[in-house]
């Protein structure tokens, strides 16, 4: 039996694109030689939305890492595994407890490292961008209403 950790490479993409699966594939695999990772399963969800977890390949993927079959998985980013990062979150913390170690390569994170203060960060950034978002929104708004009224003003005179 090896001692080297039993490596999950997820795949994701929203729109059905088989060259784009392959090529996250591709780079994955690159980079699990790179480490020196077994690969024990690749598992691509092609045309899946990343909002829930009720995604064909990953639910499959989820029932290997129960069963003890992973003990790390390789994402090109959080995202894929979910867009919502509340879910990603709580899903990490899932993975931690179970003891897999989490690697999305494209951004630079690795669950062995980074744990708590990356996903803390993370949401708190997201959460900042949503709310600042949505403040120019309703200020361009407010804005757009009063240039309505002056033009209506004008107008009228």
């Avoid at 996250?24 to 480490?35: D, I, K, M, P």
């Avoid at 669950?111 to 309703?138: D, F, G, M, P």
């Amino acid at each position: 039996m090896s001692d080297k950790p039993k490596t999950a490479i997820y795949c994701r993409v929203a729109s059905a694109d088989d060259f784009a699966i392959k090529a996250q594939e591709e780079t994955l695999r690159n980079y699990a030689v790179e480490q020196m990772l077994t690969v024990g399963g690749v598992y691509s969800d092609n045309g899946e939305n990343g909002l829930s977890f009720d995604r064909p390949a990953f639910q499959v993927m989820m029932s290997a890492i129960k069963m003890g079959e992973v003990d790390c998985v390789i994402v090109k980013s959080i995202c894929r595994i979910s867009r919502n990062h509340l879910q990603f979150g709580k899903w990490l913390d899932d993975m931690r407890v179970r003891n897999v170690r989490v690697v999305a390569i494209n951004d630079d994170f690795d669950s062995k490292i980074y744990y708590a203060l990356n996903v803390s960060l993370t949401e708190a950034i997201e959460k900042y961008y949503k709310e600042t978002h949505s403040q120019r929104i309703k200020a361009g708004i407010v804005l757009a209403r009063q240039r309505k009224l002056e033009q209506a003003a004008k107008s009228s005179e």
